[in-house]
């Protein structure tokens, strides 16, 4: 079983910059798919970005262009990097395997407010 802890969260201004980390217990972190999720109050969790074992990337167009995700397989780490951040990317941030399979980890709450 993949043990996932998620960390990096915290309160920012809108337009600030946060970096995630998550790490996965586990051989087969480096040959999955990863992603990041996330969950806002009272909204369904939604995928925010993927990176393949190979290091290709894909994200919704709602953090296109200001988040980025990258993973040091030699560490088993995946990271989410959040610039310009807006007050509709606060939620609860998850890492998991790129369709969420695994057991879900307690999260890292971002909080972008003024």
């Known amino acids: 079983q993949v043990q996932l802890v998620e960390s990096g969260g915290g309160l920012v201004q809108p337009g600030g910059s946060l970096r995630l980390s998550c790490t996965a217990s586990?051989?087969?972190?480096?040959?999955?798919?990863m992603g990041w999720f996330r969950q806002a109050l009272g909204k369904q969790r939604e995928l925010v970005a993927t990176?393949?074992?190979?290091?290709?990337?894909n994200y919704p167009d709602s953090v296109k262009g200001r988040f980025i995700i990258s993973r040091d397989n030699a560490k088993n780490t995946l990271y989410l990097q959040m610039n310009s951040l807006k007050p509709e990317d606060t939620a609860v941030y998850y890492c998991?395997?790129?369709?969420?399979?695994?057991?879900w980890g307690q999260g890292t709450q971002v909080t972008v407010s003024s």
């Open positions: 998991n395997s790129g369709t969420g399979r695994w057991t």
């Open positions: 990176v393949t074992s190979g290091g290709s990337t």
């Open positions: 586990g051989t087969i972190f480096v040959i999955s798919t």
